[in-house]
């Protein structure tokens, strides 16, 4: 019987667990690299698509139905030439008026920049009534570089609604509009203050109506934070639009989005239709991204809203 050489062995095991280790570090080699390349695409595709999102709402305060379109959050960003594609979507949609929520533009933008939300809300105003309220990058804008924008805004024919309210009719349907940066509940100041604020007037007055009503708040926890959860107002409003999360930018799938600041991990605010007492809330996801910061399998948003006759 032949011996076998206890070396040749060791240095044939060797052998082995070294080609199946470097098999494993090439096999993660290329899960990574298939990874980042899938990622790279669809941050790409996110990053230059947009879809159409619609919410059917039935209602018993209007007998017609009346379409709305909801925008935010655009960042600069450009669908084709002066963001002709999306604007041709939106004509295409059709809507009694359109609805935007804020963050049109960037804190931070350059002169060079700053027409493109500029210019999306003049042709936006050329489609349908046009309402708008403001966002946390417009009000930290005109805090540091004045009023102009805004008056840019309203002599396109923007209508910009900061603790007001419009009342709107289409094809003879009432609606009441109104919008805020604000907070919607008691945050930052005393109960007393709070009650003789003109935030808490708006909001008696904006509640004070037998029509539909839309409250346009860019930031979904300005309505409801749950780390002040006890101050809560549960209007008694009809429908909640905001934007501000761009739908939570990196969504895994069948997850959903991780992590959002004032939320933390697994948030309920992150897009699309919530049930928030009385009102509802339509979160959309908004039309781009800020900084360095990218979306994931979350492509870019239009909503489309219909108000409809309840049977």
């Known amino acids: 019987m032949r011996r076998r050489d206890p070396d040749s062995t ?17 096999a993660a080699a290329l899960l990574l690299a298939f990874t980042a390349v899938s990622v790279a695409v669809d941050a790409y595709r996110c990053a230059n698509e947009f879809v159409v999102t619609e919410y059917v709402l039935p209602t018993d305060k209007v007998t017609e139905e009346v379409s709305f379109v909801m925008i935010s959050d655009l960042h600069e960003s450009l669908f084709g030439e002066d963001n002709e594609r999306l604007t041709a979507a939106i004509r295409a949609l059709g809507p009694d008026a359109i609805l935007c929520v804020g963050d049109m533009i960037t804190r931070t933008v350059g002169d060079d920049k700053l027409h493109i939300g500029l210019d999306l809300m003049a042709e936006m105003a050329k489609i349908s009534p046009t309402y708008m309220s403001l966002g946390n990058h417009e009000d930290i804008y005109v805090r540091t570089h004045g009023d102009g924008i805004l008056r840019e805004l309203k002599k396109s024919g923007v209508r910009l609604l900061e603790l007001e309210y419009e009342d709107a009719v289409f094809h003879g349907q009432k609606v009441r509009i109104g919008g805020t940066s604000d907070y919607c509940f008691n945050y930052g100041m005393s109960e007393e203050e709070y009650r003789r604020s003109e935030k808490y007037a708006f909001f ?7 029509s539909y009503s839309i409250l346009l708040s860019h930031r979904p926890t300005a309505y409801r934070l749950e780390s002040e959860a006890e101050h809560y107002e549960d209007w008694d409003l009809d429908l909640v639009l905001a934007g501000h999360t ?13 992590y959002l600041p004032q939320q933390g991990f697994f948030p309920k605010l992150d897009k699309g239709l919530k049930d928030m007492g009385r009102a509802d809330m339509i979160i ?7 900084d360095f910061l990218f979306r994931f399998n979350d492509p870019c948003e239009i909503v489309s809203i219909r108000l409809v006759p309840a049977e």
């Open 204 to 210: 008696l007055d904006m509640c004070d109506t037998d």
């Open 284 to 290: 959309g996801a908004g039309l781009g991204s800020e």
């Open 246 to 258: 761009h739908g939570g930018l990196w969504r895994i799938p069948f997850i959903g989005c991780l």
């Open 10 to 26: 060791s240095i044939r095991d060797y052998a082995e667990r070294r080609e199946r280790r470097g098999r494993l570090i090439c």
